[in-house]
């Protein structure tokens, strides 16, 4: 599947493997174990930014897991936590925006550099996936599920459940990433309840 998920996602694993470099792996996730294929990764002493803390993180790779998926729980503080709450819960839509956009700068990146090397630049291509965004608030928390669904392929999507809640002056944001709305709630759940 080639889609704006994996970008996103494997940019995300990616980037996650890289800055942690003291390979102190977090707590895990309890109701998504290592002995059913989750790996966590490695977290410790693992800054982006102030004001975000990276909880524990999970993976399960496809040749461990019948279904590939990822899972974290991450606290933020201050400015951040205002801002993802903000926008998690007045404008989720615009989370959907941002995944479009970003593949949309990666697509002219590519243009560019075709036309410095004097090659005919690739026609900018027709849109290739859709994004659809609903709320799914609970009693627990709140949530956000984006879906990105191919429109090569019937069938084929990406869905990301987002939980989210306060603990004290912290937004504590729970994610689970999969190929079913079904999976990434699940594993989403899982995440909070392990916060």
């Given amino acids: 599947m080639r889609s704006r998920f994996h970008i996103a996602a494997l940019a995300l694993i990616g980037g996650l493997l890289l800055a942690a470099c ?26 982006l930014n102030d004001g975000l803390e990276a909880r524990s993180m999970v993976f399960c790779p496809r040749e461990s897991c019948t279904r590939q998926g990822f899972a974290a729980v991450i606290a933020l503080e201050g400015e951040q936590a205002r801002d ?26 590519r243009r560019k550099a075709q036309r410095k090397l004097k ?61 079913t709305a079904e999976a990434a709630r699940r594993d989403a759940q899982g995440a909070w309840r392990s916060r």
């Fill in 119 to 179: 090659k005919k630049p690739d026609a900018k291509p027709q849109a290739r996936s859709a994004t659809d965004v609903a709320r799914i608030d609970s009693d627990e928390a709140k949530g956000v599920l984006v879906t990105i669904r191919s429109l090569d392929t019937a069938g084929r999507e990406a869905v990301t459940a987002i939980l989210y809640g306060r603990e004290a002056e912290r937004l504590v944001v729970a994610l689970g990433v999969s190929d």
């Fill in 22 to 47: 003291s390979h102190d792996f977090g707590p895990g996730i309890a109701e998504l174990p290592a002995s059913q294929g989750w790996q966590p990764l490695p977290i410790g002493s693992w800054v």
């Fill in 84 to 109: 993802m709450e903000k926008a998690l819960s007045e404008s989720p839509a615009s989370l959907g925006r941002a995944f479009a956009q970003l593949a949309a700068a990666k697509a002219a990146e």
